[in-house]
Nanobody, 114 residues
Framework: VQLVESGGGLVQPGGSLRLSCVAS????????MSWYRQAPGKERELVAG????????NYADSVKGRFTISRDNAKNTVYLQMNSLKPEDTAVYYCNRQTFALTWGQGTQVTVSS
């Protein structure tokens, strides 16, 4: 049972990235799922979440209007589309279940810099 994040990289301010979180060993469709991030020297923070039923979403104020969380249950994958990226979005991004959280994976590094 694990989650594997990917899709990070180096991007210029204003650019876009799409992160993927692939679940294995369980059906991610049965759980609300969230993306988190941790910048150097800071605590991990919630970025976005999506419910298991109805697909309702919620976002941190700092990313509203720029980030979109979605899920493809057939692929057991949750996505985070990130647009209009800012240097302050630089962090390691992680995904996890909203309940019965799993051990944190390695995450994927996002660096926004010119």
């Amino acid at each position: 049972v694990q989650l594997v994040e990917s899709g990070g990289g180096l991007v210029q301010p204003g650019g876009s990235l799409r992160l993927s979180c692939v679940a294995s060993g369980f059906a991610s469709s049965r759980f609300g799922m969230s993306w988190y991030r941790q910048a150097p020297g800071k605590e991990r923070e919630l970025v976005a979440g999506i419910s298991s039923v109805g697909g309702g979403t919620n976002y941190a104020d700092s990313v509203k209007g720029r980030f979109t969380i979605s899920r493809d249950n057939a692929k057991n994958t949750v996505y985070l589309q990130m647009n209009s990226l800012k240097p302050e979005d630089t962090a390691v991004y992680y995904c996890n279940r909203q309940t019965f959280a799993l051990t944190w994976g390695q995450g994927t590094q996002v660096t926004v810099s010119s």
